[in-house]
């Protein structure tokens, strides 16, 4: 079956600092993989997403490669803000079964930024 | 434009109730999926609705169902509720039922069953 694994937190760094969260998957089909973050209060939105290998996502600064070879789909950020701080949580879709598995995700990181 | 939206937002029931939540789509999107979210976990997949027809369920108990109506707003249904129930519920829309990652989330609600 599919599952994700990203590194647990909190992750707390000051700000400017730079951040790598670790995400890991196992999929059985052409997984496409996403990253979720949820800001204290908010719903869960989409931050950046990648659909197949080697491809690229980025939004607000962050960015993550959709690396095959190592099943995996690292968030980085060069310089973090404080407003940064929220749940992050990595997911992918299969969807070579058409996605109507639904997303899976990753248990999530709670990132702190300290000024 | 509004958001997905989820009603009520807080609710608590006791073991073996029923509970009702229900879902609003943002305007034009067809697809509605439900997550269930237990603290410190991420979303889990419950089901997947488009254009009124279940497309994909997790793995998910008996007891656990839902609809889509013809204005594809949606409820979840949740009967002889468990203490393990207890969990924040999320509804997410989609344009389409193959969008699977892009999702629309509300900001759920949270049952908590004594």
């Known amino acids: 079956g599919n599952s994700v694994t990203q590194m647990e937190g909190p992750v707390t760094l000051s700000e400017e600092a730079f951040l790598t969260i670790n995400c890991t998957y196992t999929?059985?089909?052409?997984?496409?993989l996403f990253w979720y973050v949820q800001y204290p209060g908010e719903g869960l939105q989409l931050l950046l997403k990648?659909?197949?290998?080697?491809d690229k996502g980025s939004n607000k600064g962050f960015e993550a490669t959709y690396r095959k070879e190592t099943t995996s789909f690292h968030l980085e950020k060069g310089s973090v803000q404080v407003s940064d701080s929220a749940v992050y949580f990595c997911?992918?879709?299969?969807?070579?079964?058409?996605?109507?598995?639904?997303?899976?995700f990753g248990k999530g990181t709670h990132l702190i930024i300290q000024p | 434009d509004a958001g997905v939206t989820q009603s009520p937002t807080h609710l608590i029931k006791t073991r073996g109730q029923h509970v009702t939540l229900r879902c609003s789509p943002i305007?034009?999107?067809?697809?509605v999926s439900w997550y269930q979210q237990v603290l410190g976990q991420g979303p889990q997949f419950i089901f997947q609705y488009y254009e009124k027809e279940e497309r994909g369920r997790g793995n998910f108990p008996d007891r656990f169902s839902a609809r889509q109506f013809p204005n594809y707003s949606s409820e979840l249904n949740v009967n002889a509720l468990l203490l393990g129930d207890s969990a924040l519920y999320l509804c997410?829309?989609?344009?389409?039922?193959?969008?699977?990652?892009?999702?629309?989330f509300g900001e759920g609600s949270r049952l908590t069953v004594l």
């Open positions: 997911a992918l879709s299969d969807v070579s079964g058409g996605g109507a598995d639904g997303l899976t």
């Open positions: 999929a059985t089909g052409y997984p496409s």
């Open positions: 990648a659909t197949k290998a080697d």
């Open positions: 305007s034009g999107h067809k697809s």
């Open positions: 997410a829309s989609s344009l389409f039922s193959v969008d699977a990652g892009e999702l629309f």
